[in-house]
């Protein structure tokens, strides 16, 4: 089984409004990551998790605060976000092995944000 | 992650073989080429990936030139299902965890 599942599938929300993106997965993966992408372009990486613990962070606004709870769930918490956040927010995990030379993502089906 | 090339678009009948070429003549010897895909508003969808040999699963065969300066993906019996954009990557691993820097891909048409 390689599913990552996120919630909501879509999100409306004001530019005053706080809301929260879930990603799930039982596959054991130790490795986390959120990708935006805007209609037409590539996927860009966010952040990424290793071990429940911040290891990336691509140089995101602070409107984007992402949390870890735990090894199977990564949330991203949105806060006076803009019109131009308004993209597919997408989730991947993996298994993160160290030292060796491949490990491989797998996504979610992503999470339609739309910012009013 | 080295930097990956292909084609904007291609086309393929529906029942042929689609034959996607990506270069990548900066990689490096550790870096595998990954191959990804992405139907319409969908997640990407992981496919192959290989570092020297060539590669086949259920999805597709990978073919690596000797030199590791270039990839084909092959799906071999092209649907309306496999309709989207397909992603070459050859990511870096600097530690635990590796980045995926998605270039703009191959939209690939399959036609009726």
């Known amino acids: 089984d390689t599913e990552v599942t996120q919630t909501p599938k879509h999100l409306v929300m004001g530019m005053t409004n706080k809301k929260s993106l879930k990603c799930e997965q039982h596959?054991?993966?130790?490795?986390m990551y959120w990708y935006k992408q805007k209609a037409k372009k590539p996927p860009e990486l966010m952040f990424v998790?290793?071990?429940?613990?911040?290891?990336i962070n691509e140089s995101v606004p602070s409107r984007f605060s992402p949390e870890c709870p735990n090894s199977s769930l990564l949330n991203l918490h949105l806060h006076a976000l803009q019109p131009e956040d308004s993209a597919l927010y997408l989730c991947?995990?993996?298994?993160?092995?160290?030292?060796?030379?491949?490990?491989?993502?797998?996504f979610g089906p992503g999470t339609r944000l739309t910012v009013l | 992650d080295a930097k990956t090339t292909q084609p904007p678009s291609m086309d393929c009948a529906e029942g042929r073989a689609a034959n996607l070429p990506c270069n990548h003549s900066?990689?490096?010897?550790?870096?595998?080429v990954y191959w990804y895909r992405q139907i319409h508003s969908q997640g990407p969808q992981y496919i192959i990936h290989?570092?020297?040999n060539n590669e086949t699963n259920e999805m597709a065969s990978l073919i690596i030139t000797e030199d590791r300066k270039s990839s084909t993906l092959i799906l071999p019996h092209a649907t309306l299902r496999d309709t989207a954009v397909y992603y070459c990557?050859?990511?870096?691993?600097?530690?635990?965890?590796?980045?995926?820097?998605f270039g703009t891909g191959t939209l690939l048409a399959v036609q009726p």
């Open positions: 991947a995990s993996s298994q993160d092995l160290e030292g060796w030379d491949t490990d491989t993502q797998y």
């Open positions: 596959m054991g993966h130790r490795a």
């Open positions: 998790y290793s071990y429940e613990k911040l290891s």
């Open positions: 900066t990689i490096s010897g550790n870096e595998y």
């Open positions: 290989g570092l020297k």
């Open positions: 990557i050859a990511p870096s691993y600097g530690g635990a965890t590796n980045k995926l820097i």
